[in-house]
Nanobody
Framework: EVQLVESGGGLVQLGGSLRLSCAAS????????MSWVRQAPGKGLEWVSA????????GYPDSVKGRFTISRDNAKNALYLQMDMLRPEDTALYYC??????????????WGKGTLVTVSS
């Protein structure tokens, strides 16, 4: 059974930093691309970062580029999201997600339960 368990969320002030972690199990982590997706209160889902399995290529939307950094440790079956220069609009539930292939262009097929990030002004 695929399991994705996020941690590291919390309350932080404007301009602060947080590091999210995702512990993955139930599949061969090193074979799949992974990503982070968020949902702000009352809004839809927004992809915020993704990383390939083998070559480590990553991608970000303009809304977080230069502030967020995704990384992975295949030996630990772990995914991370370093979030710096946080803004109130980054307040959301952040989900760890697994992609269907080694490349993040493919669709998500599994989701974690999410970790809440709240940025106060």
């Amino acid at each position: 059974e695929v399991q994705l368990v996020e941690s590291g969320g919390g309350l932080v002030q404007l301009g602060g930093s947080l590091r999210l972690s995702c512990a993955a199990s139930g599949f061969t982590f090193s074979n799949y691309a992974m990503s982070w997706v968020r949902q702000a209160p009352g809004k839809g889902l927004e992809w915020v970062s993704a990383i390939n399995s083998g070559d480590g290529n990553s991608g970000y939307p303009d809304s977080v580029k230069g502030r967020f950094t995704i990384s992975r440790d295949n030996a630990k079956n772990a995914l991370y999201l370093q979030m710096d220069m946080l803004r109130p609009e980054d307040t959301a539930l952040y989900y760890c997600t697994k992609r269907q292939s080694p490349y993040f262009e493919k669709a998500v097929d599994y989701w974690g339960k999410g970790t809440l990030v709240t940025v106060s002004s």
